[in-house]
């Protein structure tokens, strides 16, 4: 039984992205759009060497932002402005998925490698203002991003946060890697599920399984 493998927890953190707004609302197709358009700028490159270079960094540092620190020494604090400059207007608000994670019982955080201000422009486009403890980005982190576990381990102590007593909700697998080996419940929340020893349970609708746990 799903609820029962909760039982234990009292501290609940959910990604932003592709997590507490469905993938459908297609957020990132507009960061992505104006990540290449500042990595062209900045870097003096065509849109096709842009993208290849955001793919790469993505990879093998975790986010477009790490590698161009990295590699080019870039200040992070005008990237992040710049690529959350989105329109949130076709966001709809999600009473019920407010509801549930209001009766989640104990403290409930959001961790992005977003911003922290773009987090909180999300969820006051979702009606889900005002229901978090805390909300990190990445730059609470020293910037650096998931999936690396530093970070992870940098925003719970910030937090106080318990990882024996905690689940994680995320929608890239590879960010619930270190969640799982720091002791965590870990979910994936996604339309298409990923097998790995890392991840406890999927499910492509968190609306209907925080339900579940009520």
Same mark, same amino acid.
């Given at each position: 039984?799903?609820?029962?493998?909760?039982?234990?927890?009292?501290?609940?953190?959910?990604?932003?992205?592709?997590?507490?707004?469905?993938?459908?609302?297609?957020?990132?197709?507009?960061?992505?759009?104006?990540?290449?358009?500042?990595?062209?700028?900045? +870097?003096?490159? &065509?849109?096709?060497?842009? =993208? *290849?270079? /955001?793919?790469?960094?993505? @990879?093998?540092?975790?986010? !477009?932002?790490?590698?161009?620190?990295?590699?080019?020494?870039?200040?992070?604090?005008?990237?992040?402005?710049?690529?959350?400059?989105?329109?949130?207007?076709? +966001?709809?608000? &999600?009473?019920?998925?407010? =509801? *549930?994670? /209001?009766?989640?019982?104990? @403290?409930?955080?959001?961790? !992005?490698?977003?911003?922290?201000?773009?987090?909180?422009?999300?969820?006051?486009?979702?009606?889900?203002?005002?229901?978090?403890?805390?909300?990190?980005?990445?730059?609470?982190?020293?910037?650096?991003?998931?999936?690396?576990?530093?970070?992870?381990?940098?925003?719970?102590?910030?937090?106080?946060?318990?990882?024996?007593?905690?689940?994680?909700?995320?929608?890239?697998?590879?960010?619930?890697?270190?969640?799982?080996?720091?002791?965590?419940?870990?979910?994936?929340?996604?339309?298409?599920?990923?097998?790995?020893?890392?991840?406890?349970?999927?499910?492509?609708?968190?609306?209907?399984?925080?339900?579940?746990?009520?």
């Amino acid at each position: 039984m799903v609820k029962a493998s909760f039982s234990h927890v009292t501290e609940w953190v959910f990604d932003l992205d592709n997590t507490l707004y469905p993938p459908q609302a297609r957020l990132f197709d507009q960061i992505e759009i104006r990540m290449t358009n500042w990595v062209m700028e900045a +870097l003096g490159v &065509d849109k096709a060497e842009a =993208d *290849h270079l /955001r793919q790469v960094y993505w @990879r093998d540092y975790g986010t !477009t932002l790490a590698g161009l620190m990295q590699l080019h020494d870039i200040d992070p604090a005008p990237y992040l402005t710049h690529v959350h400059d989105i329109s949130l207007d076709h +966001l709809e608000h &999600d009473t019920l998925l407010r =509801d *549930h994670i /209001r009766a989640l019982p104990g @403290r409930r955080i959001v961790y !992005t490698n977003g911003s922290a201000p773009y987090a909180e422009r999300v969820l006051a486009a979702r009606g889900l203002d005002g229901l978090f403890d805390a909300i990190y980005g990445v730059e609470h982190a020293g910037f650096r991003p998931k999936p690396e576990r530093d970070a992870f381990e940098a925003i719970f102590a910030r937090d106080g946060l318990t990882p024996a007593q905690a689940a994680m909700f995320e929608d890239e697998p590879r960010n619930l890697a270190a969640p799982h080996e720091m002791g965590m419940r870990t979910v994936h929340v996604a339309p298409e599920p990923h097998e790995a020893a890392h991840i406890h349970h999927h499910t492509d609708d968190l609306t209907r399984f925080l339900g579940q746990l009520r």
